[in-house]
């Protein structure tokens, strides 16, 4: 249980151009998500938390109209980079959480690699 | 002073050693704590989930959290090749919904 699906898995795209990755929970309904990124040997950075049906919650520093998401059902949430640039090649990890009492564990994804040429 | 400290090693041991993990926080506010493990290019996989102080075992591997000292570890008995991998600790303060603030992740290598 408790399976959590990203697509793509890798992408390689141009630079001004946009990308989306899907976020998938396939066993269980995900009241919230979380967007991480990773650069090589660092942690995971927390980018927004998505609540079904609300808007997200950006944390300080990441640009919310070049990283738009969206959460729209209680098993899909999507991370749209607008606008790509060299800089935003990444690893991007997204995860889920029941968001229930007793049920805080966070379950992620195998991650996306985004490459912008 | 970061929230979360984590050595980032690398930590090499031979197969069969025990090997001891370690986080410190600074935000006594946390109640919740988790060791993910992540192989290179994937996701993190949960392996132990705690709330407040004390142990937890499943199989190999035992979480200790230490509220007072601020300080949770995670060991792991007869460490095997797959074992190798990055090992981060994370924590939040809340229940359910919340943000996990992430350890820098310790790089394990146990060679056979």
């Known amino acids: 249980g408790a399976v959590v699906s990203q697509h793509p898995s890798w992408v390689i795209c141009k630079s001004g151009t946009s990308v989306k990755i899907e976020c998938r929970s396939l066993d269980f309904q995900a009241t919230t998500m979380f967007w991480y990124r990773q650069f090589p040997k660092q942690s995971l950075m927390l980018m927004a938390t998505?609540?079904?049906?609300?808007?997200?919650?950006?944390e300080q520093g990441v640009e919310k109209d070049k990283f738009l998401i969206n959460h729209a059902s209680l098993t899909l949430s999507t991370l749209t980079v607008t606008s790509a640039h060299p800089e935003d090649s990444s690893f991007y990890i997204c995860?889920?959480?029941?968001?229930?009492?007793?049920?805080?564990?966070?379950?992620f994804g195998p991650g996306t690699r985004l490459t912008v040429t | 002073q970061k929230e979360v400290e984590q050595d980032p090693g690398p930590l090499s041991v031979p197969e069969g050693a025990i090997v001891s993990l370690n986080c410190t926080y600074s935000?006594?506010?946390?109640?919740?704590f988790m060791w993910y493990r992540q192989y290179s290019r994937k996701g993190p996989e949960l392996l132990m989930y705690?709330?407040?102080?004390g142990n937890k075992e499943d199989g190999r591997f035992t979480a200790q959290v230490d509220k007072s000292s601020k300080y949770i570890s995670l060991f792991i008995r007869d460490s095997q090749p797959s074992d190798s991998a990055t090992y981060l600790c994370?924590?939040?303060?809340?229940?359910?919904?919340?943000?996990?603030?992430f350890g820098k992740g310790t790089t394990l290598s146990v060679s056979s």
């Open positions: 705690t709330y407040s102080s």
């Open positions: 994370a924590m939040s303060r809340y229940q359910a919904g919340t943000a996990l603030i």
């Open positions: 995860s889920a959480s029941q968001g229930v009492e007793g049920k805080n564990e966070q379950y």
């Open positions: 935000n006594s506010a946390f109640q919740y």
């Open positions: 998505s609540n079904e049906g609300s808007k997200a919650t950006y």
